[in-house]
């Protein structure tokens, strides 16, 4: 009765003293190799070859980066590494090649649904020159896939601090959960017919148990030589079957026996479940709640054991995600397309005439921006990304749901901050400053902008609700400390001032966002340093908040630059040195 999870894997490290998150494990620290095997495996294929050329398929591009080529182009399969395009008038090709075809494309596919959901991938603005095709065989695609998959998630559990794993859940209506819970039920009724027979039949529940057995030993550490005895000696299967053959076998017994093992090596959280499993009596209900806690419990060190790898992992998940990009990298050249197109509309954005203005002193440096400069705009652009409209740059591909996030909470940011600029303005001069009173209005405009990236969410709509509510606050705030009332004209003004800020052209709003990214821009150039940048005038209010996005960042900047700094200072030292030639070729 086993259950898939998107990870297990088996503890590796010197023998502490209880359970696993508190128990046995409390206080062990497995080394590197806490997770043993791959974290990702594919099946065996066979050794047949694919053709894939640079502007061809991308089933290569599997993992994170499957978004970013055109999808459901067909491979091209050829046996003992030559091509029969050219034997073939008519291009077909065969059963058997059509087979190992779709092999391919469903390991691929499964292995991309993991990483990341699928987005558009429109038409290349930037089409690199088609090199030579060239082999590669099944075995090192699906090898790069893994390869890709284990890169991400080292990844995700490096940048991701709450990462954890977690049981696959079926949607309740699906096809999949009620065949699943059809085949459970014939199963346990089939165990239940068989204990009921005179004399009982124990097949399938010593297999159970058998089952039980492997998966307590799994949680076992190396140094657990006296209870992985214990374990082997009452729960012999050998033993166990001759029991039953004479009618001796106690099941009940067992069952107490496995209990007692499973408190000990359990988590603290799993006490509870584990006292429930006490209070079963009846075999089969007892059997399933036994492996229901069971699969918590993977789980659990599953979980444990990610925790215990992120410092390990931490020290080495620059080197070891430039060497799995790498080797992606060369068997599929072309996996630098967008990062380069991204970088060269950097690069343009700082050096077109309008970015310069004349007898500005640094309009020659802003004329011929730097690498940093560049690299450091690029990034500053995926906060105002379409990613419906625009695939997202190659090496930044696994970060863009935090991306997009942090650009969602920039945009409610602006409109958070809009509306507290153009409310302090309208309001009494001490009013801003009173004890509680920034922080209850603030907590109100966030409140009513919390789906503001939702399709059914109505901006316009919101801010009139805005414009009530603050109105209402100001007023009351205002009675309490003795000053003016708003007059009728003034509270109309003020809530006309807010439902503008739903336009994206309203100045206090495109000011606001303007001062916003001048901050990030300048955080991002700081570097993290003690000496970082003063809050904008007028954006005080929602400061906190701004420096939590600027801190994420700049962090994940940091980390990308580590990581793919030696890909953007080769395409960037490429593309200046044209740049040069260009212009020395003009003058």
């Not at 925790?307 to 990009?325: A, D, G, N, T």
Request: glycine share 6%; hydrophobic share 35%.
């Amino acid at each position: 009765m086993a259950t898939s999870y998107a990870l297990q894997a088996p503890l590796r490290s010197p023998p502490p003293t209880r359970g696993p998150l508190g128990g046995f494990l409390a206080r062990g620290v497995p080394g590197s190799t806490a997770l043993g095997p791959p974290l990702a495996r594919c099946r065996p294929c066979s050794r047949s070859s694919v053709r894939l050329s640079h502007g061809g398929a991308g089933s290569l591009a599997s993992g994170p980066w499957r978004g970013t080529r055109k999808q459901n182009r067909p491979l091209r399969m050829a046996e003992n590494g030559e091509d029969k395009a050219h034997h073939s008038s008519e291009g077909r090709a065969s059963d058997s090649e059509r087979a190992q075809e779709d092999g391919v494309d469903g390991a691929d596919e499964s292995v991309r649904k993991r990483i990341r959901q699928s987005t558009p991938s429109p038409q290349r603005l930037l089409r690199p020159q088609s090199s030579p095709p060239r082999f590669v065989s099944m075995d090192e695609l699906l090898e790069t896939a893994k390869g890709v998959t284990n890169m991400a998630l080292a990844h995700e559990i490096v940048v991701n601090g709450d990462f954890q794993i977690k049981p696959t859940e079926l949607p309740e209506d699906s096809l999949e959960k009620r065949v699943r819970e059809i085949v459970h039920k014939a199963f346990w009724d089939c165990l239940s017919v068989q204990l009921s027979e005179e004399p009982p039949t124990y097949d399938h529940a010593i297999k159970l148990v058998g089952e039980i057995k492997e998966t307590l030993l799994s949680f076992l550490l190396p140094g657990h030589s006296r209870l992985r005895n214990q374990i082997r000696e009452v729960l012999d299967l050998d033993l166990i079957k001759q029991e039953a053959e004479h009618g001796a076998l106690d099941i009940s017994k067992l069952a107490e026996f496995i209990i007692g093992i499973m408190g000990t090596l359990c988590a603290p959280a799993r006490d509870e479940e584990i006292k429930k499993l006490k209070d079963i009596k009846e075999i089969v209900p007892l059997f399933r709640a036994l492996f229901s806690v069971l699969d918590q419990m993977k789980v659990d060190m599953a979980n444990f054991a990610v925790s215990s790898i992120r410092p390990h992992l931490m020290h080495q998940s620059v080197e070891y995600e430039r060497k799995k990009f790498q080797e992606f990298f060369e068997k599929q050249p072309n996996a630098l397309d967008f990062v380069t197109q991204w970088l060269q509309e950097a690069c343009q954005e700082l050096t077109s005439p309008g970015t310069a203005q004349q007898g500005d002193p640094s309009s020659e440096q802003a004329a011929s921006p730097g690498p940093v400069t560049i690299q450091n705009h690029a990034y500053m652009k995926l906060l105002k990304w379409d990613h419906l409209q625009r695939p997202f740059p190659e090496t930044v591909l696994m970060d863009q749901p935090r991306f997009q996030e942090m650009q969602q909470e920039l945009e409610r940011l602006v409109v958070v901050g809009a509306t507290l600029l153009v409310t302090y303005s309208a309001s009494a001069p001490g009013v801003s400053s009173l004890a509680g009173f920034a922080e209850k209005l603030k907590m109100v405009v966030r409140v009513l902008l919390t789906e503001m990236h939702q399709p059914s969410f109505n901006l316009s709509e919101a801010l009139a609700t805005i414009g009530e509510k603050v109105c209402a606050e100001v007023t009351s705030c205002q009675a309490q400390c003795g000053f003016t009332p708003f007059s009728a004209d003034k509270e109309g003004v003020l809530k006309g001032q807010i439902q503008a800020i739903a336009s994206p052209d309203d100045p206090i709003r495109k000011l606001v966002g303007a001062r916003i990214q001048g901050f990030l821009e300048a955080y991002l150039v700081s570097g993290l340093q003690k000496s970082l940048p003063a809050i904008p005038g007028g954006l005080g209010p929602i400061q906190k908040e701004l420096e939590e996005v600027a801190v994420k960042f700049v962090r994940l900047v940091n980390y990308n630059k580590m990581v793919f700094g030696p890909y953007y200072d080769a395409i960037l030292s490429k593309m200046l040195s044209q740049e040069g030639s260009r212009g020395s070729a003009s003058s």
